[in-house]
């Protein structure tokens, strides 16, 4: 059992999350007054893919040229920004890698030592 303050709500079990970083796809179309039935229609999109994009599950999509022709497409056929789009899906499917602190002793390893390896010959 949690403890809430006296007269604050609880929160209510059908809120959604915010999607504070996503685009909101669905909404741009809607916003557009089409269904994606009409966009599958007019650009040979399948719906699965279509819909694969609206939900940002951009692995779903075959991949390639065709993954960025599709979002193309889509953002031509709801009027979104193109660039915008094919920005966020690239840093959706290539996030940028974690910065990893330097090693202490000139980036040698407890191994790279214990093997007596040389420090010209440790690879980064």
């Known amino acids: 059992m949690s403890y809430q ?3 604050a709500q609880a929160p209510s079990s059908t809120s959604r999350p915010s ?3 996503g685009l909101d796809l669905s909404r741009a179309r809607k916003k557009a ?3 994606l039935e009409q966009i599958a229609e007019s650009t040979k999109i399948s719906l699965r893919f279509l819909r694969a994009i609206e ?3 951009f692995s779903q999509l075959p991949g390639g040229i ?3 022709s599709y979002l193309r497409q889509y953002a031509a056929a709801i009027g979104f920004d193109e660039a915008e789009l094919l920005a966020h899906f690239e840093h ?3 996030p940028a890698p974690a910065q990893v602190p330097a090693k202490e002793n000139g ?3 407890k191994l790279d030592r ?3 390896i040389p420090p010209a010959q440790v690879l980064h």
């Open 5 to 7: 303050k006296p007269g």
């Open 19 to 21: 999607r504070s970083f």
């Open 33 to 35: 007054g089409l269904a």
């Open 55 to 57: 939900a940002e599950e």
């Open 66 to 68: 065709f993954s960025t």
């Open 92 to 94: 959706k499917m290539n």
């Open 107 to 109: 980036g040698r390893s």
């Open 114 to 116: 214990w093997l007596r």
